[in-house]
């Protein structure tokens, strides 16, 4: 098993920057991906960026690309997403997920395995 735990996530007005961070704990040997999703009330979960858990490779929506970066640093078991240029439509609860298989480099949410429980993030206008 594998738990994950993010934070970071608050209030910040638009054109401001927020880093989430997700700590990754477990049998993190077996991750091959991880990924950060987001879901506004009333609507779907959505796809925002993956990063290969060791060869570090990315992926991002396009409605996210030049603002936001996802990294990670393995020795700490960490994946960050940095996240500038904000605009009210981020608002959203942000999760962390991770895949242990390379199906799970993907921005379909049914192919990750484990959840964290979702951190907060609010643009004001």
């Known amino acids: 098993q594998v738990q994950l735990v993010e934070s970071g996530g608050r209030l910040v007005q638009a054109g401001g920057s927020l880093n989430l961070s997700c700590a990754a704990s477990g049998r993190t040997f077996s991750i091959y991906a991880t990924g950060w999703f987001r879901q506004a009330p009333g609507k779907e979960r959505e796809f925002v960026a993956v990063?290969?858990?060791?060869?570090?490779?990315?992926y991002y929506a396009d409605s996210v690309k030049g603002r936001f970066s996802i990294s990670s640093d393995n020795a700490k078991n960490m994946v960050y997403l940095q996240m500038n240029s904000l605009k009210p439509e981020d608002t959203a609860v942000y999760y962390c997920?991770?895949?242990?298989?390379?199906?799970?480099?993907?921005?379909?949410?049914?192919?990750?395995?484990?959840w964290g429980q979702g951190t907060q993030v609010t643009v004001s206008s």
């Open positions: 997920a991770a895949g242990r298989s390379p199906a799970s480099y993907s921005r379909r949410p049914d192919v990750y395995d484990y």
């Open positions: 990063i290969s858990w060791r060869g570090g490779s990315t």
